[in-house]
Structure formats: structure tokens, C-alpha cells
């Protein structure tokens, strides 16, 4: 149990375009799932939190206008980045905070954006 | 603030000796909890501990041991006679509260074990 998935697992992309990453907690709900970048050989940074049915929460020099967080549904959460550029080219890490009485979250798989 | 701090950014061992994974970490929590994750080459994590702020006590999984010491703010990470699949990035954390909270990643140590 417990598994989170994301989609797309890699997307390559030209400069200016919007691409949408999708972050689902494939057998458990999740009122809260986390944002995490982590550019080649770094470490992971954390973006923002995602609440359902609210505004996501940006961690200081987080563009909200640049990376926009949807979190509809109690399994889903998106990321958007709009008008890529090559900077924004990274590693996106989503996690899923377990059910309540579970302290714990989980880690999806990881989306690799190129933006050429 | 939290601050993870690891200090090795790149270990290579030949395999079968025995490696450990130095993590130092800062809070002001007088309740956390702390992680080891590895991340191999396919780039998800993988998770191997998590220990509250209560808890001192050594584990130990197979080939993997974990110390814990409050006193020095350490929690380092000892892997036993290395095999080459555990080449990987690994990755301490520190959540404050509780372990569901938003994680603060270390800079990871990239393990290379030669065979």
C-alpha cells in the first residue's frame, strides 16, 4: 500500500511552453502532498506544500505565478510550469502524506523536465 | 531552523568493506524525526529509516545500521561489507514534529562501491 505515482516520468519540452506534472496517491487520500525540485547532483529542495481544497503554501524564492499547484482532489496534485525555460530544467519529487495515524509520507517516482 | 549537514559528498569503497554515512543535524524541535533515503541511479528515493527524537537506540536491517546519537547531533548510517548494488546518492532528512511534516533534505553522499 501506500504508492504514489507521477506522470509524466520524463517530458522534454520547448522554451516558452507550459507542462504539467501530475502527482496521485494511487490507494490512500492525501489532504496534503509536498513539491520537491532537485536540480543534477544536488540535493532536494522542497517547493511547496499542497493542501486540498486550498492554496498551496511556497517556500521563500518559489515563483507561484511560475509553478502553479493545483491539489483538486484528495489523490491528485499538479504542478504546471508555465513558460519553461532550460533553467527550469530539473528533477520534480511529489510526496504524499499518509492517511491520519500514519506519520509518514511517501515518495512518487519523479518527473525529469528538459527544457530545450 | 533545521539544517542537515553531510559532510561526505562522495565515498568510493571496494566491495565488501564496510562504509558509514556521516549526518549532522541542527533544530530548535524538541520533537523530530530523522531519515535515511537512497536515491539510485533511476533517481526515486528509496526509504530506509526514519527514528524519532525519543528514540536513541542503535538498529539494525541486514546489512544496514543506524547510530544515533542526540548528544552530538549525529545520525550516521553504517553499511557492512558493501555490495556494488548499493552504489547510490543517500540522503538524511530531518522533519520537525512529526514525520508527515515537509522534509529538509541533506546535500546526500554519493557511494561508490568498486567491485
Known amino acids: 500500500g501506500a504508492v504514489v505515482s507521477q506522470h509524466p516520468s520524463r517530458v522534454i519540452c520547448k522554451s516558452g511552453t507550459s507542462v504539467k506534472i501530475e502527482c496521485r496517491s494511487l490507494d490512500f487520500q492525501a489532504t496534503t502532498m509536498f513539491w520537491y525540485r532537485q536540480f543534477p547532483k544536488k540535493s532536494l529542495m522542497l517547493m511547496a506544500t499542497s493542501n486540498e481544497g486550498s492554496k498551496a503554501t511556497y517556500e521563500q524564492g518559489v515563483e507561484k505565478d511560475k509553478f502553479l499547484i493545483n491539489h483538486a482532489s484528495l489523490t491528485l496534485s499538479t504542478l504546471t510550469v508555465t513558460s519553461a525555460h532550460p533553467e527550469d530544467s530539473s528533477f520534480y519529487i511529489c510526496?504524499?502524506?499518509?492517511?491520519?495515524?500514519?506519520?509518514?509520507?511517501?515518495f512518487g517516482p519523479g518527473t525529469r523536465l528538459t527544457v530545450l | 531552523a533545521q539544517k542537515v549537514t553531510q559532510a561526505q559528498t562522495e565515498i568510493s569503497v571496494v566491495e565488501k568493506e564496510d562504509v558509514t554515512l556521516d549526518c549532522v543535524y541542527e533544530?530548535?524541535?524538541?520533537?523530530?524525526?530523522l531519515f535515511w533515503y537512497k536515491q539510485p541511479p533511476s533517481g526515486e528515493l528509496v526509504f530506509l529509516i526514519r527514528r524519532n527524537s525519543f528514540d536513541e537506540q542503535n538498529e539494525i536491517s541486514g546489512r544496514y545500521s543506524w547510530n544515533f546519537q542526540k548528544s552530538t547531533s549525529s545520525f550516521n548510517f553504517t553499511i557492512t561489507a558493501s555490495q556494488v548494488v548499493d552504489s547510490a546518492v543517500y540522503f538524511c532528512a530531518h522533519s520537525g514534529q512529526t514525520g508527515a511534516n515537509n522534509l529538509f533534505f541533506g546535500t546526500g553522499t554519493r557511494l561508490t562501491v568498486i567491485p
Open positions: 510526496s504524499a502524506r499518509a492517511p491520519t495515524g500514519v506519520d509518514e509520507q511517501f
Open positions: 533544530t530548535r524541535d524538541t520533537t523530530y524525526y
